[in-house]
């Protein structure tokens, strides 16, 4: 069964950092790409960054240059590193597999929390 297991989330003030982690099961984890999504209360789940299996990264325009995503495969985990966070990167925070086509499969994980106050 396909598993996703957040952590790393808490309360930061802005300007801050957290780094999250996602460990994977169920699955060849080194052989799919890995996404970190976020979602506020009342709105659609957001992609944030995707890692392919090769290593490449693409990020959405909100994350350039403050988030890193990168994976170990050896430890079936992915990570996203959230740096210089403002109020509006307040979250929560999910992982998820992506196929070759580019669909998420699996089912969402508990995610973890992110708020970003002072």
């Known amino acids: 069964q396909v598993q996703f297991v957040e952590s790393g989330g808490g309360l930061v003030q802005p300007g801050g950092s957290l780094r999250l982690s996602c460990a994977a099961s169920?699955?060849?984890?080194?052989?799919?790409?890995m996404s970190w999504y976020r979602q506020v209360p009342g709105n659609e789940r957001e992609l944030v960054a995707t890692i392919t299996a090769a290593g490449t990264t693409t990020y959405a325009d909100s994350a350039k240059g403050r988030f890193t995503i990168s994976r170990d495969n050896a430890k079936n985990a992915v990570y996203l590193q959230l740096n210089s966070l403002k109020p509006e990167d307040t979250a929560a925070y999910f992982c998820?597999?992506?196929?070759?086509?580019?669909?998420?499969?699996?089912?969402w994980g508990q995610g973890t929390q992110v708020t970003v106050s002072s």
């Open positions: 998820a597999a992506r196929n070759k086509f580019g669909l998420r499969f699996g089912s």
């Open positions: 169920g699955f060849t984890f080194n052989n799919y790409a």
